[in-house]
């Protein structure tokens, strides 16, 4: 089949499927097996292609980034599957509210708890090299992603089993996006193909804020979940608290600091 009939088939797989950005995902799916960019497709259109199943798997509502096994994440491109979540756009702004609290702070040692695919202490680490960054998960096949693409980039990133008592060791910051779904009822059928370990569960803001020994606190929180978190650290003890908005407006990240 030529590119031009595999996207106008596969956009109409993936629309019928409810997919919302039909279009969108046939154009990445047809590229990545060109080994091109989404624009550059259009440059191939009356060549043939061959798309061994990817349009069946995303049909089947399996996460694009799993489809395409990698997806980009601030300046890297990550290998991505089903041992740990997709890095998301608005853990992107963790990121950017981390290094912003990190400031000036030198060689600073920090944790990221519940590392998954490594996106969050990978970033850090590729944006501030003079960082100690340790990151902990209970899941060993996270873990093992997490070397893969560390390995891949070569960023010298410590990565061990553990989970948010790591946070009382001591550091200049603490960041981490934890489970804080609570069901997932109503929510994206993507969600189903993703390890429930990371995205399911309630508490663990509450627990980190308590347990940490550390300057600054970084945490993603789910949608309504931000003035309780807020709450949580003032209770412990953190000033300068703030709530971050992510791109769409949805109170996002919360961050404070401790003397």
């Known amino acids: 089949m030529i590119v031009r009939e595999a996207l106008r088939e596969a956009e109409q797989r993936l629309a019928a499927a409810g997919i919302e950005t039909p279009r969108v995902d046939a154009e990445w799916i047809v590229a990545h097996v060109l080994g091109t960019t989404r624009s550059g497709v259009y440059a191939h259109l009356d060549d043939e292609v061959e798309l061994d199943g990817l349009v069946d798997r995303r049909a089947g509502r399996e996460p694009l980034a799993y489809v395409l096994g990698e997806w980009g994440f601030r300046r890297l491109t990550l290998k991505t599957d089903k041992r740990a979540l997709v890095p998301r756009p608005e853990t992107e702004i ?24 490594g996106a969050i202490a990978l970033a850090l680490k590729d944006e501030r090299p003079d960082a100690r960054v340790v990151g902990v998960d209970v899941s060993h096949d996270a873990l093992a992603l997490a070397r893969e693409n560390a390995a891949a980039l070569q960023l010298d990133v410590e990565l061990r089993a553990g989970d948010e008592t790591a ?93």
Do not use: K
Request: no cysteine; net charge negative.
């Open 167 to 259: 946070a009382a060791e001591g550091w200049d910051l603490v960041v981490s996006n934890p489970p804080y779904v609570e069901s997932l009822i109503g929510l994206q059928p993507e969600l189903r193909h993703e390890p429930h370990v990371a995205l399911l569960g309630e508490g663990f803001h509450e627990r980190i804020a308590e347990t940490a020994q550390t300057r600054a606190l970084v945490l993603e929180v789910g949608d309504d979940q931000a003035r309780d978190v807020e709450r949580a650290l003032r209770d412990a003890g953190y000033t300068d608290v703030a709530i971050t908005l992510d791109l769409a407006g949805v109170e996002r990240v919360v961050e404070g600091r401790r003397a």
């Open 94 to 117: 963790v990121v950017e509210r981390a290094l912003a609290l990190l400031g000036a702070v030198e060689s600073p040692r920090v944790l990221d708890i519940g590392v998954g695919s």
